[in-house]
């Protein structure tokens, strides 16, 4: 098991004083080191980056306990957690990249991770370098990570999680500042990275196209609570989704109207346009 919570509780002071505000309610929830890409869904404050957070020893439970490889992170700190243990083997892509930055040059700020975690320098720079070209920002080395775009900033922040080559993988809003193209870039990259390593990747994403197009496991948080942890197929075929405050993603909904208006019997295991467009070019649209 990669990642494993236990009753886990979080909560924090409120504006008012001995306000007790809820950011997470007894979540029970394992997830496998390996073959999963998990999309974590939910309106505003339902709790989804405090239980990201949660992943990666950002901060630690109230009640509870959370289990990450062989570490187990409980309310009480430790005097030695293992959190850059933990970190090397979980990387996280934080929604505000210009959080994440600080170096001089964007090539120091990739390289800054793997030397952290032990990569001699030579080794960091050459795969500083390789995961540059990868996401097309190689002309971008030597320039400040403060003086670029923010879609820039959002590759920049990638290719420093993806540069020490983490186990498991976590993006908050990973799409967020970058253009529809752009966006299907980089999602497309970390679906590559997900089939042919088997890592599992673990994403907070309000974009209901984007979640059924590549998640395989969807969890939903309704104020704090877990309340569905299971396939996209499944959340988006009755109201599961809508008394969730989630919308329909706009492939379904054309597919719902082709089998209203058109007669046609076409189920929700199409993921986006282009695959509909094949099958429906196929002659395939009475299964």
């Known amino acids: 098991m990669g990642i494993s919570f236990l009753h886990v509780n979080q909560t924090y002071k409120g504006a008012r004083k001995k306000e007790i505000m809820v950011a997470l309610e007894d979540i029970c929830l394992d997830i496998n080191e390996k073959n999963e890409f998990i999309a974590i869904v939910g309106k505003t404050g339902s709790g989804k980056s405090t239980l990201l957070q ?21 309310p009480k700190k430790n005097k030695n957690p293992k959190l850059k243990k933990i970190r090397k083997r979980v ?32 080794d960091a720079e050459k795969k500083s370098l390789e995961i540059m070209k990868l996401l097309g ?5 030597d320039k400040s990570p403060f003086n670029i775009s923010g879609g820039q900033m959002r590759r920049v922040a990638i290719a420093g999680v993806l540069s020490y080559d983490p186990d498991i993988i976590l993006l908050d809003e990973p799409t967020r500042g970058l253009d529809p193209k752009g966006a299907l870039d980089i999602m497309d990259l970390f679906y590559k990275i997900h089939k042919e390593t088997n890592k599992t990747i673990i ?27 299971g396939n996209k197929i499944d959340l988006f075929k009755d109201d599961t989704y809508r008394i969730n405050h989630l919308t329909k993603p706009e492939i379904l909904k ?18 986006d346009l282009d695959e509909l467009l094949s099958y429906l070019e196929g002659g395939n649209n009475n299964e």
């Not at 950002?58 to 992170?73: A, E, M, R």
């Not at 998640?215 to 104020?223: H, W, Y």
């Not at 054309?254 to 993921?271: A, C, G, T």
């Open 54 to 74: 949660h992943m990666n020893g950002l901060i630690l439970p109230t009640s509870g306990n959370v289990k990450i490889f062989d570490y187990v992170l409980t």
């Open 203 to 229: 994403m907070i994403s309000h974009d209901m196209d984007i979640v059924y197009k590549y998640a395989n496991r969807i969890i939903v948080l309704n104020d704090s609570k877990l309340v569905y942890d």
């Open 91 to 122: 990387g996280y892509v934080f929604q505000f990249p210009e959080y994440q930055l600080f170096e001089e040059t964007v090539l120091k700020d990739i390289m800054f991770a793997p030397l952290n975690f032990g990569f001699k320098r030579e």
């Open 137 to 141: 920002i190689t002309d971008l080395k």
């Open 254 to 271: 054309l597919i719902d109207y082709l089998n209203s208006k058109l007669n046609m019997n076409i189920s929700y295991d199409h993921y």
